[in-house]
């Protein structure tokens, strides 16, 4: 089986520049998760969906983040404008249920100049 | 204090020693456990689910205490390819919503 997709897997763009990740988790999945990561922050969640439906957006940063999930084979993570600071690597995961592992696709590696 | 607390290390060990680490999560309502490995500029994976009876996967074995609050992981005969990240993720949920938490990791550095 397939495993959880994510594109673009290296992003380099300047800053003020509209950026779009995707993702396309594992089907029958039921969760899908969007994470950041850097050396000083760790591991972040951003956001999280449940059947295609936001549950927990808590951790976007500010509203230069957006997230859709427009069915269940496909997520985009966008930022408008971006800037400097949102330089990581961006994570989408997986789950078949809340409290099952998640499986995570290779990541998106985004630098803003 | 934070939810899910992990040593950072680095722990540096020779070949073939037994290397533990814990993982210490602050609510008692937590459910699922879990093992990640990450290696460097990769995603996290999988390495194994923690049950409350303790589970074995080869050289390592992972162990809950929800007495104490805290998981356990242990590599026995570390391979120079043990080398990574681990990750402890800490999960409570209901029928619709949950929370799934992750520790910062602890680095291995396995050495000839």
């Known amino acids: 089986d397939a495993g959880v997709i994510q594109s673009p897997r290296h992003e380099v763009t300047e800053m003020g520049q509209e950026v779009t990740l995707r993702c396309k988790p594992i089907?029958?999945?039921?969760?899908l998760f969007w994470y950041r990561q850097t050396m000083m922050r760790g591991l972040e969640l951003l956001i999280y969906?449940?059947?295609?439906?936001?549950?927990?957006d808590s951790g976007m940063p500010e509203d230069r983040f957006s997230a859709k999930m427009p069915n269940a084979s496909f997520s985009t993570l966008k930022i408008q404008p971006s800037e400097p600071r949102d330089s990581a690597v961006y994570f989408c995961a997986s789950s078949r249920d809340m409290g099952w592992p998640q499986h995570f696709g290779d990541g998106t590696r985004l630098s803003i100049l | 204090r934070k939810e899910v607390e992990q040593d950072p290390g680095p722990f540096n060990v020779p070949e073939g020693a037994t290397v533990a680490f814990n993982c210490t999560y602050s609510?008692?309502?937590?459910?699922?456990f879990f093992w990640y490995r990450q290696d460097c500029r990769k995603e996290p994976k999988l390495l194994m689910s923690?049950?409350?009876s303790g589970n074995e996967d080869g050289r390592f074995t992972a162990q809950l205490n929800r007495a104490s609050q805290y998981i356990s992981l242990l590599i026995r005969d570390s391979k120079l390819s043990d080398s990574a990240t681990y990750l402890c993720?800490?999960?409570?949920?209901?029928?619709?919503?949950?929370?799934?938490?992750f520790g910062d990791g602890t680095t291995l550095t396995v050495k000839p």
């Open positions: 969906f449940n059947n295609n439906v936001p549950i927990d």
């Open positions: 609510n008692s309502a937590s459910q699922s």
């Open positions: 993720v800490v999960n409570i949920y209901n029928t619709n919503a949950g929370k799934s938490t």
């Open positions: 089907s029958g999945h039921d969760y």
């Open positions: 923690v049950y409350s």
